[in-house]
């Protein structure tokens, strides 16, 4: 009913919305009936805020059109390579006439962005996919909204997107012979399930891990957001938040838990910080400062864009990871395709690299809730576990905005470069040209050297920036002048490769069969 009611007061809203945005307009035009004075200023602000509070948001584009690589403009293509029911595998394909950077970028690894299932789209990583698209093959899970999705297309439980995520996995690697896989916040549990059940079955792993931002063990420092899923019952949350989706959606009748309900639970968080940051972008256009308007424009037609999540996946993510706290107890039993059950186990991981990256100021997945993957992780060689923690850093600040371009993507990157096939860099080809392709990276992925790494669980801190950039507001985001990510500062090359892995394991490393 809640539901219904919503989308019945969203409806009425609409009509206003566009008059207010068509009001706006006219006030602020050189032909306004009563001219350009402080008074229509005014007016024009006011109806423009009216309209940004009122309507609707709906799902924001990437809109990467181009990025630079070497110093070459290289065009962009998304094109959707899986299509599930409630995700599509997105891959950013790379084109260029410029042969010495084509042959370059056929070399660089592939990698699989796991963006978060947690009430955003997935373009909230945006800026983390336009960094990644200079040195690699970008690849990320674009999560459906269920009230789009038909019953008829089933439901969508946890163990699903465990499984999806292997089956994302086994496509790139069929490709490439190889890849890599970074998760951001809520998917760092799934994919750590998802990488342990394949090492259990003796399956080809990622080449690497990283983990960023996620409730691995969300008993450590817990936050706001842990607090709540852990002092409520799974009763309470299956009685209070969820909903069936109205008639005029696709999905009508599956129970979710409404996006709505979810953004209000994000601006509840912080109330006054929001009403600040609105009356900000007032101020801002009764001074015609057009770019700090268009900054906080930006920011909330992301922050504002959610979607529902199917009920069964919610509940059980509240149960597993934020009340019995199933994978850290070692009693995470995870439903495959086949119908059976396996028990989670990532101490059966051994030859997977593993990097974990917090934000010294998150206050949504708190201090050593993501480190706790090293101490699940205990087959991995402690040379090939790594802890950033990012000085001065929020949620957001680890994986958008300045501090990620200038001091986590830098690390990561040399993290993924560090387990790259190294013979494949100058002579891999595209899997568009031919199975030839693929066979040559994948024949040398087993040689892929190893970089030496600190102790395991040791934390690298970040260096202190002058100009800090956490996307929690719009405002703070243009005070720290954020710059394109060209301009971003270099990180210390990674230490030199050792040895290639011996035959022994190289042997491990053969592509799984169809």
């Given amino acids: 009913m809640l539901y219904q009611i919503y989308e019945?007061?969203?409806?009425?809203?609409?009509?206003?919305?566009?008059?207010?945005?068509?009001?706006?307009?006219?006030?602020?035009?050189?032909?306004?009936?009563?001219?350009?004075?402080?008074?229509?200023?005014?007016?024009?602000?006011?109806?423009?805020?009216?309209?940004?509070?009122?309507?609707?948001?709906?799902?924001?584009?990437?809109?990467?059109?181009?990025?630079?690589?070497?110093?070459?403009?290289?065009t962009i293509q998304e094109r959707v390579e899986i299509d599930k029911p409630f995700c599509e595998l997105r891959r950013f394909k790379r084109f260029t006439d410029n042969v010495k950077t084509l042959s370059n970028i056929k070399g660089q690894a592939a990698v699989l962005i796991v963006a978060p299932l947690s009430g955003h789209y997935a373009t909230l990583l945006r800026d983390t996919v336009k960094s990644m698209l200079k040195d690699h093959k970008v690849y990320i899970t674009d999560w459906k909204n269920a009230r789009l999705v038909p019953l008829s297309d089933g439901e969508f439980h946890l163990d699903d997107y465990v499984n999806y995520v292997q089956e994302f996995i086994r496509h790139i690697q069929a490709a490439y012979g190889h890849c890599h896989v970074i998760s951001v916040c809520q998917p760092t549990v799934p994919v750590l399930a998802a990488v342990s059940l394949m090492a259990s079955r003796g399956e080809t792993l990622p080449l690497s891990m990283t983990m960023m931002g996620g409730p691995i063990d969300a008993r450590k420092s817990p936050t706001a957001v842990n607090n709540l899923a852990m002092n409520k019952s799974y009763e309470w949350f299956e009685n209070n938040v969820i909903y069936r989706v109205p008639a005029n959606f696709p999905g009508a009748g599956r129970r979710v838990y409404p996006g709505f309900l979810q953004h209000t639970g994000f601006v509840a968080m912080n109330p006054e910080h929001h009403a600040k940051s609105h009356y900000d972008y007032f101020k801002d256009l009764l001074k015609g400062d057009d770019v700090s308007a268009e900054v906080h424009r930006k920011f909330y037609?992301?922050?504002?864009?959610?979607?529902?999540?199917?009920?069964?996946?919610?509940?059980?993510?509240?149960?597993?990871?934020?009340?019995d706290f199933k994978l850290v107890n070692g009693t995470w039993q995870v439903k495959g395709v086949d119908g059976k059950s396996e028990l989670v186990r990532p101490q059966d991981i051994t030859n997977c690299a593993l990097l974990t990256v917090e934000g010294e100021l998150d206050d949504i997945s708190g201090s050593g809730q993501t480190q706790a993957a090293h101490d699940l992780c205990t087959q991995i060689p402690a040379d090939q576990q790594q802890h950033f923690e990012v000085k001065g850093a929020g949620h957001y600040g680890i994986f958008s905005g300045r501090r990620w371009r200038e001091i986590v993507y830098p690390k990561v990157k040399d993290f993924i470069r560090s387990y790259s096939p190294q013979a494949a860099t100058a002579a891999a080809t595209d899997p568009t040209s031919g199975p030839e392709a693929a066979a040559a990276v994948a024949a040398a992925a087993p040689g892929a050297a190893r970089a030496t790494k600190p102790a395991r669980g040791k934390k690298v801190a970040a260096a202190p920036?002058?100009?800090?950039?956490?996307?929690?507001?719009?405002?703070?985001?243009?005070?720290?002048?954020?710059?394109?990510?060209?301009?971003?500062?270099?990180?210390?090359?990674?230490?030199?490769?050792?040895?290639?892995a011996t035959p022994a394991k190289s042997a491990a490393r053969k592509t799984p069969k169809a």
Avoid: C, H, W
């Fill in 465 to 500: 920036q002058q100009e800090a950039l956490a996307l929690e507001t719009p405002q703070r985001a243009q005070a720290a002048g954020a710059k394109p990510a060209e301009t971003a500062k270099p990180a210390a090359r990674a230490p030199r490769a050792r040895a290639a």
């Fill in 8 to 74: 019945n007061q969203r409806a009425l809203m609409e009509p206003f919305a566009d008059f207010a945005l068509a009001a706006s307009k006219l006030y602020s035009s050189a032909a306004a009936p009563l001219g350009k004075n402080s008074l229509t200023n005014r007016i024009s602000a006011g109806y423009d805020l009216l309209y940004r509070l009122g309507k609707d948001y709906e799902k924001p584009e990437f809109g990467l059109k181009t990025v630079e690589v070497d110093g070459v403009d290289v």
């Fill in 301 to 323: 037609d992301e922050y504002n864009a959610v979607l529902d999540m199917d009920a069964d996946y919610y509940l059980e993510t509240i149960a597993t990871v934020f009340q």
